[in-house]
């Protein structure tokens, strides 16, 4: 709850409390004198919390409402309990929201267990009554959740396609009912759901990978449960006892189910790289970070190793079909692999790459017992010259290339990352003076493309765009676009269709048919110019000096000024080698 203190049209504070509304429906049984006599102590005493917390009591009728009277339906009790508001946001105290939060969560718990309405029934106040429902508002959001009391689980899916270490194909699911039957959608608080814990029967203490799950949306919801070890086992689920739950609540209730026999295959791995080095400067070192995965469902494995085997790791340059740079990839003559377990992940310390471009490098994770091999293509890593920082582009971009190319079939198979390597390298290697990383997308008006754009184009699955920044002599910019627009398939896979610079739009031709198309309009201006000259020889002239002196105009300055971009040590940004011999992979354990 906030609320503002005003001084005339100027807000002069800020106070803050969290609050909970409980709405309890109540039989028409209840008796008058719950209402009348001590309501607020004796509502303290039911929900255990202080007198001071309840804040507002509000007592209607169930069919008209109105406020109490005795009623055949019944009555709405709705409590509204906050802590005392904090005086400003300085003055903000998280450890009594904590707190506050968990008697939030004792209320919902024992309701929910049924706790509750004994410990009403049971009170001297309200003649053996007590609540048949409870709608409640939690601290913090707007929406109102009825709640259900749980009366037994079900093993509704059980998990099958288990492998060592790896998350099972299908995974677990539990439903909760209550006594009627009816799927209970919500257990426990917002901040604090209901817990799920799985365990090995027979091996109480084997650590199961991916063992807990909350409860929500009316099931359970594992993602990561898997088994360790190659076999044959059955799996207990069971719920974690709860915030102010005794434990005993979850042994004596249909709180627990088992499956049948599981069996667990052997681990089939792969591998994804993660905390990804997008750029580097030349001759400093990097790190390479790979997480091995379940290769079915690509997630991460209970644990990087087991079995008392470890990892060794095979590192080289990634040839790209065209337009490798020619920098060579350099390990440390004391390389270091770091197996991080509780991050999942195997990290290749202290590379360094001795020559400027964008490089991707290949990874061959070897397990040493021999029975694990994994091989991963890294993202692109732009090696960048000394002191020269990348451009980011922070508005929307005005430079940019489109290509007719099948985008979800590139990322599908993996080769996007592929060619926006080749791009990066082909620009250079044409002189254009790229200042930035290079952003591949699908679709222009997207939620990540700038929308001032989105007239000229929408979402095409033929279509995808390449965005970068140049910055550089008008001169240079010109020549690299011009050698850029005359091959059209210079990127293999991919026909460059526009290339759009500083916000104007040139379109691609090939050199065959510019070369065609040129020769025809020479003939024909030859042609018209004999004739024109033999009637009007003078005015052709100026027409002619006219029209050459807006070509030129339209030619250059359609490019824009832009400040000149020194760019130093040019011939590392600018050397390829069009046949490189790739370097010997590494070996680092």
Request: proline content about 5%; some cysteine.
């Amino acid at each position: 709850m906030a609320y503002f203190l005003i001084d005339g049209l100027t807000v002069i504070d800020l106070k803050i409390s969290p609050l909970l509304i409980l709405s309890f429906g109540l039989p028409p049984e209840t008796p008058s004198s719950f209402f009348s006599n001590n309501l607020v102590n004796n509502l303290a005493a039911l929900l255990g919390v202080s007198t001071n917390m309840i804040r507002r009591v509000n007592i209607v009728s169930a069919n008209n409402n109105t406020r109490v009277r005795r009623s055949g339906s019944g009555y709405t009790l709705i409590v509204e309990l906050r802590t005392d508001e904090a005086r400003n946001l300085t003055g903000y105290n998280a450890t009594e929201t904590e707190a506050f939060l968990d008697y939030t969560s004792t209320i919902l718990n024992q309701y929910q267990c049924g706790q509750l309405q004994a410990i009403w029934k049971a009170h001297s106040s309200t003649n053996n009554t007590y609540p048949t429902s409870l709608t409640v508002q939690e601290p913090f959001t707007q929406v109102q959740a009825v709640l259900d009391t749980i009366d037994h689980i079900t093993l509704v899916t059980s998990p099958s396609s288990c492998r060592e270490q790896s998350p099972c194909t299908v995974q677990p699911v539990i439903v909760a009912y209550t006594a009627n039957g009816n799927v209970i959608n919500k257990l426990g608080s917002t901040d604090q759901s209901w817990q799920v814990i799985a365990t090995v029967i027979g091996q109480p203490n084997v650590l199961v990978p991916g063992a807990i799950a909350n409860y929500s949306n009316g099931q359970t919801q594992f993602t990561l449960f898997g088994i360790p070890s190659v076999g044959s086992y059955q799996i207990q689920f069971t719920f974690v006892p709860p915030m102010g739950i005794n434990a005993s609540f979850i042994l004596t209730t249909n709180c627990t189910v088992a499956t049948g026999f599981i069996t667990v295959t052997q681990a089939s791995l792969a591998g994804l790289e993660v905390n990804h080095v997008y750029d580097t400067v030349i001759n400093s070192p990097f790190n390479l970070t790979i997480m091995p995965v379940d290769s079915v469902t690509l997630r991460r494995l209970g644990q990087v190793t087991w079995g008392g085997w470890t990892w060794s790791a095979l590192v080289s340059v990634y040839t790209l079909p065209k337009y490798n740079r020619n920098g060579t990839l350099i390990i440390s003559t004391s390389p270091t692999l770091v197996i991080d377990s509780s991050a999942g992940t195997v990290t290749v310390t202290n590379m360094t790459i001795n020559g400027t471009g964008m490089y991707m490098l290949n990874v061959t994770l070897i397990s040493t017992n021999a029975q694990f091999v994994i091989q991963v293509r890294s993202h692109g890593i732009l090696v960048k010259p000394i002191n020269i920082p990348l451009d980011i582009e922070t508005n929307d971009p005005i430079t940019y290339a489109t290509f007719q190319g099948d985008f979800d079939a590139l990322v599908a198979n993996g080769d996007i990352e592929v060619k926006r390597v080749m791009l990066y390298n082909y620009l250079v290697s044409v002189g254009m003076p790229v200042t930035s990383d290079i952003t591949v997308w699908k679709e222009i008006g997207g939620d990540k493309w700038p929308t001032i754009s989105s007239s000229r184009s929408k979402a095409n699955t033929n279509t995808l765009y390449t965005a970068f920044i140049v910055s550089g002599s008008e001169k240079a910019i010109t020549q690299a676009k011009n050698t850029t627009l005359a091959d059209i398939y210079f990127l293999p896979g991919l026909v460059l269709s526009e290339l759009t610079i500083y916000g104007s739009s040139y379109r691609a031709y090939s050199r065959s048919s510019s070369t065609t198309d040129d020769s025809s309009r020479s003939s024909n201006a030859g042609l018209i110019a004999g004739l024109v000259v033999g009637l009007c020889g003078a005015l052709l002239i100026i027409v002619g000096l006219v029209y050459g002196a807006k070509a030129y105009k339209n030619k250059y300055e359609r490019v824009g000024a832009r400040t000149e971009f020194d760019l130093v040590n040019s011939n590392e940004l600018l050397g390829i080698q069009s046949h490189p011999n790739p370097s010997s992979p590494q070996n680092i354990s």
